[in-house]
Nanobody, 126 residues
Framework: QVHLVESGGGLVQPGGSLRLSCAAS????????MGWFRQAPGKEREGVSC????????YYKDSVKGRFTISRDNAKNTVYLQMNSLKPEETAVYYC???????????????????WGQGTQVTVSS
């Protein structure tokens, strides 16, 4: 069975950091573009960042550029999202997802992503 399991969420003060992990089982990540999404209470899900399978190119939502870093360790079948200088408005459930579409690059549009994790809660509060 295919599973994506996120971890690393929690409570952090404004300006703090967290590193989210997304571990895959049942398939190998190296052929998939990977994305991180988040959904705050009462808001629609939004794409935060993605990393391609082919050349490791990345994309970031404008508001997180310079603060978030996505990376992948294919040997560990895991993708990470390092989040620095977190803001209260970034409180949300964060999800990772896998896109097996055989195209270059990656997208933070949700529709191509066929596999999703269950999410991990990130709360930014003092």
């Amino acid at each position: 069975q295919v599973h994506l399991v996120e971890s690393g969420g929690g409570l952090v003060q404004p300006g703090g950091s967290l590193r989210l992990s997304c571990a895959a089982s049942g398939f190998t990540l190296d052929r998939y573009a990977m994305g991180w999404f988040r959904q705050a209470p009462g808001k629609e899900r939004e794409g935060v960042s993605c990393i391609s399978s082919s050349d490791g190119s990345t994309y970031y939502k404008d508001s997180v550029k310079g603060r978030f870093t996505i990376s992948r360790d294919n040997a560990k079948n895991t993708v990470y999202l390092q989040m620095n200088s977190l803001k209260p408005e970034e409180t949300a459930v964060y999800y990772c997802a896998a896109d097996g579409t055989p195209v270059p690059g990656c997208t933070v549009v949700a529709s191509p992503y066929g596999y999703w994790g269950q999410g991990t809660q990130v709360t930014v509060s003092s």
